[in-house]
């Protein structure tokens, strides 16, 4: 990088004083003499074997975008007003409507809507959201949407997405803040594993421990003994076949048992959605 010099000495050594990165500093002692906030250089570094492109153009595409995320919008702005404000608001109508071309669209624009809201209120990350998307589009490919509602699609692929990466939510808590019914979510569900054949594995129940733990506010201790007993569950073939949320509330009920803690049954099968029965029958299963 290119270095200027200063005619003036350092204050505190009376040594030489060069500009470099926005800021005045002794070659000598190092004292930084003055601070210039703008940096005028590149804003990446170069290496001779970089090849890629550091110009930037805009927000990088995005699954959930019916169009990717390359079109424009024509803002608002006040500072106009009569015959030009009506003239933008008629542009602003004619090109939404233009954006959205086939009925086929409209529906990834509403499907996608939902999918990033239901990421949202599931607090999922952003990989989920686009694989999600995905999995619309390939289904929507395969005319898996025929007699089947968008809503039902759009919570199912946030599951499939979900259970494909390894994230633990059940189907509870995505019907809870979908807008569509379990019956919606499930005949959706079934077609997308059915004709996508997505690589599915049964849900882990030491996924959903930590969140179990937090939400009955038990300890680490707690935590770590309940996935003990996930784990002696596993050897015992005590998993296959029952609710993992079921399975994991058991384990640290047993767990809080073991140790002391407060937490009751009912609380246990609140948390994870289940009944104190299905809860108090694993119970029984890890005790003998």
């Known amino acids: ?139 929507q490919n395969e005319d898996l949407l025929r007699g089947r509602s968008l809503e039902g699609f759009a919570a199912a692929c946030v599951y499939a997405a979900c259970r494909v990466a390894g994230i633990a939510r059940s189907v509870e808590e995505v019907c809870d803040v979908a807008k569509a019914t379990e019956a919606e979510h499930h005949a959706a569900y079934r077609a997308l594993n059915r004709d996508l054949g997505l690589p599915v594995a049964p849900t882990d129940p030491t996924e959903y421990i930590p969140r179990f733990a937090t939400k009955l506010d038990l300890d680490r201790d707690v935590e770590r003994r309940a996935r003990e007993y996930v784990a002696d569950a596993h050897e015992d073939g005590l998993v296959a076949g029952k609710n993992p949320c079921g399975v994991a509330a058991a384990c640290l009920y047993t767990a809080a048992r073991d140790v002391g803690a407060d937490c009751t049954q009912a609380d246990a099968a609140d948390v994870a959605d289940v009944t104190p029965v299905t809860l108090r029958k694993t119970y029984v299963e890890l005790r003998d």
């Open 1 to 139: 990088m290119s270095e200027a010099r200063s005619t003036q000495g350092c204050p505190e050594c009376d040594g030489h004083l060069g500009v470099e990165s926005g800021e005045t500093v002794c070659n000598d002692c190092g004292l930084v003499v003055s601070e210039y906030r703008i940096d005028h250089g590149p804003e990446w570094r170069s290496f001779a074997d970089d090849d890629r492109n550091p110009a930037r153009t805009g927000a990088p595409l995005t699954r959930s975008r019916h169009d990717r995320g390359l079109s424009t919008e024509i803002g608002r702005s006040t500072r106009i007003k009569g015959r030009k404000r009506r003239q933008f608001a008629r542009l602003r109508r004619q090109h939404n409507r233009a954006r959205i071309s086939s009925k086929r669209e409209r529906n990834q624009v509403y499907a996608f809507t939902e999918i990033r809201r239901l990421t949202s209120a599931l607090s999922l990350p952003n990989h989920i959201r686009e694989q999600a998307c995905a999995l619309f589009e390939s289904a």
